[in-house]
């Protein structure tokens, strides 16, 4: 097993086996962003690329999004090289931990991580039997924040933390905290998606939450089920740096999901209920048409059976989104043949095969439609 041990905007030192960090105030990350790339100088001066997928920040210059992916590093660093860069992006974008990683096999690994106001999602995986936050890991970057994780791997995740132990099979989620030491160990290769919030956050929604600490969650809790899934959604979410309110909108729903996968009660169980529910249901119905937008038979009817919704509830959830199940339906199936009609692929194909293939079932509405929206004709539109 090697073991990364880490602090973040740290500098890297080779000691054999042992990969350590130590402080120093000539290292600072990231200091500048190029391209797709985050870069930081070590205590040597060197320049470090990490080749990040997705880098973004506000305004205010603080990073809200991230992704590294060890297959993206340079392909001139060793495979011990690569597990000391992502354990050292890891740490820099979430907290202090010890990483061991199995050395059965090359090493990979991947996280993605976003903020949105002061809750942060990630998802992450790769090559990693145990994670562990010790008490040196708190003391060189200290916080108190509560974490979600589900347990997203194919083995059984072992939880250690607080004098209590679990043992989660795959999708089961418990909660933690950051302020005290967590030992999880796999006994296959790890993968998990996390919620990070404050512990003031959690309180004022939440009561006797410490209780609730290393308790598997129901997994047959729909508030579970929609939490899971609206983080996956919150990971992936590419948002423009100045999208103040849709940052504030997923900050709000991840947080009313939360309270009631933990069990909320009274005030603030209404009104997670009726924002968080509702707004994590949509998040389903427009999930499902953009997976079946192509099916020239896919309807209101298709989705408010697979979602267990009746079909008034699935129309009036769209249409507080502002755009109706057709209209929304339409806007797909119309931007799927515009692609079609500008790639190289379009060009081996018939319109009529284009239209056919993006859902629509009759030509001359097809032509219609696109006419209308783009403003020229799908032969026009051609490449």
């Known amino acids: 097993m090697r073991v990364a041990n880490f602090s973040s905007r740290a500098s890297l030192l080779n000691f054999g086996t042992m990969w350590r960090c130590r402080n120093s105030t000539d290292a600072h990350w990231p200091v500048r962003q190029s391209g797709a790339a985050l870069c930081y100088r070590n205590f040597a001066g060197d320049l470090i690329v990490l080749c990040c997928k997705v880098c973004s920040r506000n305004r205010c210059g603080t990073m809200h999004q991230a992704s590294f992916v060890s297959e993206d590093f340079d392909p001139g660093l060793s495979d011990q090289q690569k597990f000391a860069l992502w354990c050292e992006s890891m740490e820099a974008i979430t907290c202090c931990v010890d990483i061991t990683r199995s050395e059965a096999q090359p090493f990979s690994a991947f996280v993605h991580w976003a903020d949105f106001a ?53 999708e089961r989620a418990f909660l933690g905290t950051n302020g005290l030491p967590v030992n999880l160990q796999s006994d296959a290769d790890s993968a ?38 609206y983080i996956d959604i919150s990971v992936d979410l590419l948002r423009t740096p100045q999208d103040g309110a849709l940052e504030s909108h997923v900050n709000t729903r991840l947080l009313d999901l939360t309270a009631l996968a933990l069990g909320a009660r009274g005030d603030a169980a209404h009104l997670a209920q009726a924002r968080g529910l509702r707004a994590s249901r949509t998040q389903d119905i427009i999930a499902q048409i953009a997976r079946n937008f192509t099916d020239p038979d896919f309807s209101v009817g298709t989705i408010a059976k697979r979602l267990n919704l009746s079909p008034r509830y699935v129309q009036d959830l769209l249409q507080d989104t502002g755009l109706s199940f057709t209209e929304r339906l339409l806007e797909h199936r119309l931007q799927h043949a515009m692609q079609m009609l500008t790639s190289e692929q379009g060009d081996r194909l018939k319109i009529s095969e284009i239209a056919l293939t993006s859902g629509f079932s009759e030509i001359s509405y097809f032509n219609l439609r696109f006419r209308r929206r783009f403003g020229e004709t799908p032969t026009q539109s051609r490449r």
């Open 192 to 229: 998990g998606t996390t919620l990070t919030v404050s512990r003031a956050r959690i309180l004022s929604i939440v009561d006797n939450v410490d209780d609730l600490l290393v308790r598997p969650l129901d997994e047959q809790s729909a508030a579970v089920a929609h939490l899971k899934r």
């Open 118 to 170: 002061g809750v942060s999602v990630s998802r992450f995986g790769g090559t990693i039997r145990q994670i562990r936050r010790s008490k040196t890991a708190i003391a060189r970057g200290p916080d108190d924040d509560f974490c979600l994780m589900f347990h997203r791997g194919a083995g059984t995740l072992s939880v250690d933390h607080i004098g209590r132990e679990t043992a989660l099979s795959a």
